[in-house]
């Protein structure tokens, strides 16, 4: 089992910036490549990033692309979401998951653990 829990939401102007966190407990962190999923009210559930169990491999949505950055700390076994020049559109809850031996999956059935979300709401 994978334990993943997000910090760092929360309410942001239109162009402000936000970073998530992931904190992964329970197994070898570096065994599992990481993503970041979002849901938007009354939406289906969208992937937004991934990154190898390195950390040398990203993979983005385009809309996301430019703006965020994905990044991980395996001895802190945190993974991070750096998001900059917010929109409106960005407004979701946030997820983490971990893939376990994958490489960069954007989804969702080919992730084995989720965390609980963090809310972002980014006001215009």
């Known amino acids: 089992q994978v334990q993943l829990v997000e910090s760092g939401g929360g309410l942001v102007q239109a162009g402000g910036s936000l970073r998530l966190s992931c904190a992964a407990s329970?197994?070898?962190?570096?065994?599992?490549?990481m993503g970041w999923f979002r849901q938007a009210p009354g939406k289906a559930r969208e992937f937004v990033a991934a990154?190898?169990?390195?950390?040398?491999?990203?993979y983005y949505e385009d809309s996301v692309k430019g703006r965020f950055t994905i990044s991980r700390d395996n001895a802190k076994n945190t993974v991070y979401l750096q998001m900059n020049n917010l929109k409106p559109e960005d407004t979701a809850v946030y997820y983490c998951?971990?893939?376990?031996?994958?490489?960069?999956?954007?989804?969702?059935?080919?992730?084995?653990?989720w965390g609980q979300g963090t809310q972002v709401t980014v006001s215009s």
């Open positions: 998951a971990a893939a376990h031996f994958r490489s960069l999956p954007s989804r969702g059935y080919e992730y084995d653990y």
């Open positions: 329970g197994r070898t962190f570096s065994d599992y490549a």
């Open positions: 990154i190898s169990w390195s950390g040398e491999g990203t």
